[in-house]
């Protein structure tokens, strides 16, 4: 069974500062996403990961994947109240059916 | 075009009472799926179907059916509601085989059981 853990769960940081979400996967995947949702809000695509070693980047969020490590980070630069959401990352078992199988979600609140 | 569609967007159900959960695609994309999200927590699937005339079981499925006869359309139904179903639902679709890899989701219906 899949399982996808983020961290941390909640996260509360000044704007202007640096911090890295972080997401482990336990089983091999060739995809994984990241989304943002607003409260009260549907899911608003942010990255789509495709290979390992694959970086792109948004403005101030960047996102990276290491599919050796089973690892996938959202690294947001010099924050801004604007970021303020809640951050899943999701993996894509592609094979005889593709489903995304979510974290937990990243809480992040931006304060002045 | 419209992407993904959902309604209604709110509904409040008595317990017992059963309903139906429309979504709609018009992007002609093979998959769809609807999960539903509690409270301060990710995203569980329900039910997925790859085509018209299939579907299959996610990681929730008790107490739910669907149905998928058109490409378009993914009905989810709700029979003897019961309030551990108070949930946020979502649906979604993407292209497989065809890209660009991404899923699409709709606004969500917030159903609420008494």
């Known amino acids: 069974e899949l399982k996808v853990e983020q961290n941390p769960l909640f996260l509360s940081m000044q704007e202007g500062k640096n911090y890295t979400i972080y997401c482990n996967y336990s089983?091999?995947?060739?995809?994984l996403y990241w989304y943002r949702q607003d409260p009260g809000k549907s899911l608003e695509s942010l990255f789509v990961l495709l290979s390992n070693g694959a970086v792109k980047q948004e403005g101030r969020l960047m996102a990276s994947l290491d599919t050796k490590a089973r690892l996938s980070t959202l690294h947001i630069t010099a924050a801004v109240h604007d970021l303020s959401a809640t951050y899943f990352c999701?993996?894509?078992?592609?094979?005889?059916?593709?489903?995304?199988?979510f974290g937990t979600g990243t809480r992040l609140q931006v304060t002045l | 075009n419209a992407g993904v569609t959902q309604t209604p967007k709110f509904r409040i159900l008595k317990i017992g009472q059963s309903m139906t959960l429309q979504c709609t695609q018009d992007m002609n994309h093979n998959y769809m799926y609807w999960y539903r999200q509690d409270p301060g927590m990710g995203l569980k699937l329900i039910y997925y179907?790859?085509?018209?005339?299939?579907?299959d079981k996610g990681e929730v499925p008790n107490g739910y059916n669907v149905s998928r006869s058109t490409t378009e359309d993914f009905p989810l139904r709700l029979e003897l509601a019961a309030p551990s179903q108070t949930s946020v639902y979502f649906c979604?679709?993407?292209?497989?085989?065809?890209?660009?890899?991404?899923?699409?989701f709709g606004s969500g219906t917030r159903l609420t059981v008494v």
């Open positions: 999701a993996v894509d078992l592609r094979g005889t059916a593709s489903k995304l199988t």
């Open positions: 089983t091999t995947s060739d995809r």
């Open positions: 179907s790859v085509g018209a005339g299939i579907t």
């Open positions: 979604a679709s993407t292209s497989v085989g065809q890209g660009p890899f991404g899923y699409t």
